[in-house]
């Protein structure tokens, strides 16, 4: 059975990535305007435009998905597969590192021959860890 787990999102961070988005939708709209010269408008408009969809991606993109034998991590264009028979450890975590979770409640994954780390934040943590088989 496939399960899909939604990230969990803080308010704080919501109005963060919101506020870059709104941001970056004014410096496309300045540049439509004229305001940087109308022969170097491609660059105002491009970088600003990529952010902002690479942004909302991220924001409601971000999901775990646990198949038969697979974690499946996706975060806008990112994704990460991991074989949970490959996992080792599975843990609340307060880590503040760039990951695929959208709240600081998270979960650390230890996995693969190396134990790498990665945090992510399902909303109904519990039931997740339930469905991954560390709870």
């Not at 399960?3 to 709209?29: E, I, N, R, Y």
């Not at 590192?97 to 934040?121: E, M």
């Amino acid at each position: 059975m496939i399960q899909t787990f939604p990230s969990k999102k803080d308010a704080w961070l919501v109005a963060v990535l919101w506020f870059g988005v709104l941001s970056m939708a004014l410096q496309v709209f300045m540049a439509i305007q004229g305001v940087y010269g109308k022969h170097n408008m491609w660059l105002p408009i491009l970088f600003p435009l990529i952010g902002a969809v690479v942004s909302l991606w991220i924001l409601y993109g971000t999901y775990y998905t646990l198949e038969k034998d697979i974690l499946i991590i996706k975060s806008g264009p990112f994704s990460w597969k991991i074989e949970r028979s490959q996992i080792h450890e599975v843990k609340p975590s307060r880590v503040a590192l760039s990951n695929p979770a959208l709240s600081s409640d998270r979960l650390l994954i230890v996995y693969g021959p190396n134990r790498k780390r990665i945090c992510i934040s399902p909303e109904r943590k519990e039931e997740f860890m339930k469905a991954l088989g560390h709870y």
